[in-house]
């Protein structure tokens, strides 16, 4: 089964817009921090942004202002909106989910998040 499950990559000009959705089940988001990555050709995964469960949220200082992330517990969906897209920002974006304990801490480090989606490119090009 697949438990994590992001959509709503594309391709788009600098400074438009788009939003990812990752879908998730009770296992891998009830009660967990939530997070977005992102990895482009030759470089390694990075942090993105995070939700913690009761609603805070922390971004990576290169998209602070420009990105969102929201999420649905109720429908147990993950959100990222993002504004003012740039060429650099164009990589495969992936949702993940921290298993650890609610009251641990949220987390930017990719070692904290054990269940990953399968990745959606987004694509930034004139």
């Known amino acids: 089964q697949v438990q994590l499950k992001e959509s709503g990559g594309g391709l788009v000009h600098p400074g438009g817009s788009l939003t990812l959705t990752c879908v998730g089940s009770a296992r891998t988001f009830d009660n967990n921090h939530m997070a977005w990555f992102r990895q482009a050709p030759g470089k390694e995964r990075e942090f993105v942004a995070a939700s913690h469960w009761i609603g805070n949220q922390v971004y990576a200082a290169s998209v602070k202002g420009r990105f969102t992330i929201s999420r649905d517990n109720i429908k147990m969906t993950l959100y990222l909106q993002m504004n003012s897209l740039k060429p650099e920002d164009t990589a495969v974006y992936y949702c993940?989910?921290?298993?650890?304990?609610?009251?641990?801490?949220?987390?930017?480090?990719?070692?904290?998040?054990?269940?990953w989606g399968q990745g959606t490119q987004v694509t930034v090009s004139s």
């Open positions: 993940a989910a921290d298993p650890r304990p609610s009251y641990s801490p949220i987390s930017d480090q990719r070692e904290s998040y054990a269940w």
